[in-house]
């Protein structure tokens, strides 16, 4: 009988056991030592010896590791979705001019405030006003692009039109740094470092949700990404509507990377090398596998990076995106001498 | 109307090339091709000549100029993409892009325009890829990468996918332009055995102009002045294929049935 596609059941059992795992470990993490039993007992509601242990865990710990799950899955799947649509391997979750616009919208809040003279409440520098700048700019960055790849029907070109936004961007964001002050720089640099934390549910519900249509959205296209992977000729003669595909990419990536960006910053690395990461682990191109592999992946990862960024008990937290590519890259690179060939 | 009933090809006056800004750009003209379920057809003709202006004209990559295309008696242009692609399966030239996709797999991804949504592959669809493989006689290679494979292998393996998408017509690009002249001559027994086996309407374009004179059921001759199609020894009484290269280089040899210096 035919042999089925290889079927990746207990790579799967072992990963979400892994994940678990991270996750716990990941809770029990802090600048507060909290005994092991008494997380437990908080995060299933149960009688805990100190209620601040109980306040800590449910509104710090358990939020920032569930922000650190969507996020990790959100930009590994945007970033698979990319590679294999532009058929790059360099390509992530930002090429689209996402990051760039969201640096935009908060340099242009942060930064511009004292260009423009504005008085700003203290509404525009918290995690809601950051996010809709953010939002703001990544909508009008990524509108622009995708204005562009509407007009174009090659799509490489709308690598290079992304790439080329993401450097005009950063132009205007260059002048703007260039005539703020030092405080003012410090805080954006914060922002552009990324962070996990100071989500409160609420802004965890708006995530998830978001998140949700995105992934419900790339179930739509496995098939014709699958098909995508013999090249757009072959696409289009297996009935494949190519354009309809390429816009559901676009804006399942647009959905899942604008708001992780919009309420954690431009996370880097993750987007780029969870892909490479999983699919040296699993030999396998099929979307089918790949998606949910990338997706456990990319929360592992994640937590992982952000239980380092904890440095575990001491005050300080490290910028999440430093300690993503500061123990990503070693990664990739190790995999890739070793295995020698990667296909994407 | 009994006759026009056997044609799974035909044209009406066609008229091929590309529409830039202003004008029209024709390449040629009142082509009128009729052509028999389980044929196995070479179209032939010098490089530029048009040859994959046709075919991407009958496969509806780009629009005729004039003129109407039937399938199985179905206008072209009433095709949605996914019916076509349950009618006409291709096979292109180009090199494929890089992925670890293994054989199965990417024979399997022939089922496409029949699978549900998420491309759930039925036990049909599974004796269906099960024959694809058997047809070509490549189940050895089911769980290599397609990357591991030769040139050769990989031929036989685009071809299992094109029968795996179980269409009545299947249409090759110079399927033989990386191969050597043994994988050349196997490529193309096994298309006359699809064809003649299993009425399959195949057509190649082709540049192995010794090889179709000899296996080709028909053939479709391309040259500046005209475009000529019929069965090959009819072609070769009426001297149509010296039309073929306008040079006083290479001349066909009738009696040979041959090109020849």
Redesign the interface.
């Known amino acids: 009988?035919?042999?089925?596609?290889k079927s990746y059941k207990s790579t799967f059992g072992i990963l979400l056991i892994i994940l678990l795992t991270i996750c716990l470990i990941n809770i029990s993490l802090g600048s507060v030592f909290i005994p092991f039993k008494q997380i437990i007992l908080s995060l299933i509601n149960g009688e805990v010896d100190k209620e601040s242990w109980k306040t800590i865990v449910l509104n710090y710990r358990l939020p920032k590791a569930i922000t650190a799950i969507i996020v990790g899955s959100g930009l590994s799947i945007s970033g698979l979705l990319m590679q294999t649509l532009f058929?790059n391997p360099l390509a992530g979750p930002f090429v689209l001019g996402i990051s760039s616009g969201a640096s935009l919208g908060v340099a242009i809040l942060i930064l511009g405030a004292s260009f423009f003279g504005a008085t700003l409440t203290s509404f525009a520098f918290s995690n809601w006003g950051l996010a809709i700048a953010a939002s703001l700019g990544s909508f009008l960055v990524l509108s622009a692009v995708m204005l562009a790849a509407v007009k174009v029907r090659n799509t490489m070109s709308i690598l290079i039109i992304g790439l080329m936004f993401g450097s005009l961007t950063s132009a205007i964001i260059s002048i703007l740094a260039y005539f703020s002050s030092a405080s003012q720089l410090q805080q954006y640099m914060f922002w552009s470092f990324g962070s996990l934390g100071n989500l409160s549910w609420l802004e965890i519900i708006v995530l998830a949700s978001i998140f949700i249509i995105g992934i419900l959205l790339v179930?739509?296209i496995?098939?014709p990404l699958?098909?995508l992977?013999?090249?757009e000729?072959?696409a289009?003669?297996?009935?494949?509507?190519v354009k309809s595909t390429r816009n559901i990419t676009l804006i399942a990536t647009s959905l899942l990377t604008g708001v992780i960006t919009a309420f954690s910053g431009p996370i880097a690395f993750i987007g780029l090398a969870v892909p490479h990461i999983t699919?040296l682990l699993f030999?396998?191109?099929?979307h089918?596998t790949l998606l949910p592999a990338v997706a456990i992946c990319g929360a592992i990862i994640m937590l992982i990076c952000d239980s380092i960024a904890q440095l575990p008990s001491s005050e300080f937290t490290l910028p999440i995106n430093a300690i993503t590519s500061l123990f990503g890259a070693p990664i990739i690179i190790w995999l890739l001498v070793r295995k020698r060939k990667v296909?994407? | 109307m009994k006759e026009a009933k056997k044609h799974i090809i035909k044209t009406t006056n066609l008229s091929i090339g590309y529409t830039s800004k202003k004008k029209n750009i024709v390449i040629a003209s009142d082509l009128n091709i009729k052509l028999e379920a389980g044929k196995m057809v070479c179209l032939l003709g010098k490089n530029g000549i048009g040859k994959s202006t046709l075919l991407r004209t009958l496969t509806k990559v780009q629009n005729a100029l004039d003129g109407d295309i039937y399938l199985n008696n179905q206008n072209l242009e009433k095709f949605s993409n996914l019916e076509l692609a349950k009618t006409l399966s291709l096979v292109f030239t180009e090199r494929l892009p890089e992925s670890s996709l293994t054989v199965f797999e990417l024979v399997a991804l022939g089922r496409q325009p029949h699978t549900n949504w998420i491309g759930y592959l039925t036990n049909e669809d599974m004796k269906i890829i099960q024959n694809a493989f058997k047809k070509t006689k490549t189940e050895h290679l089911m769980n290599s990468k397609f990357y591991e494979l030769s040139d050769g292998q990989l031929q036989r393996v685009m071809i299992a996918r094109a029968l795996a998408q179980n269409t009545s017509i299947i249409i090759l690009d110079e399927p033989t332009a990386h191969l050597d002249l043994h994988h050349t001559i196997n490529t193309f027994s096994l298309l006359k055995n699809l064809a003649s086996e299993f009425n399959k309407t195949i057509i190649i374009s082709t540049h192995e102009i010794n090889l179709a004179l000899q296996i080709a059921d028909e053939l479709w001759l391309m040259s500046p002045q005209k475009f000529v199609s019929g069965k090959t020894d009819t072609l070769i009484c009426n001297n149509e294929l010296n039309s073929l290269f306008d040079s006083d280089l290479i001349k066909f040899n009738k009696s040979l049935k041959q090109f020849t210096i």
């Open positions: 009988m035919v042999t089925a596609t058929r179930v739509f496995i098939k699958n098909s992977l013999l090249g000729n072959y289009v003669s297996m009935g494949v509507n699919k030999n396998t191109s099929n089918k296909y994407y």
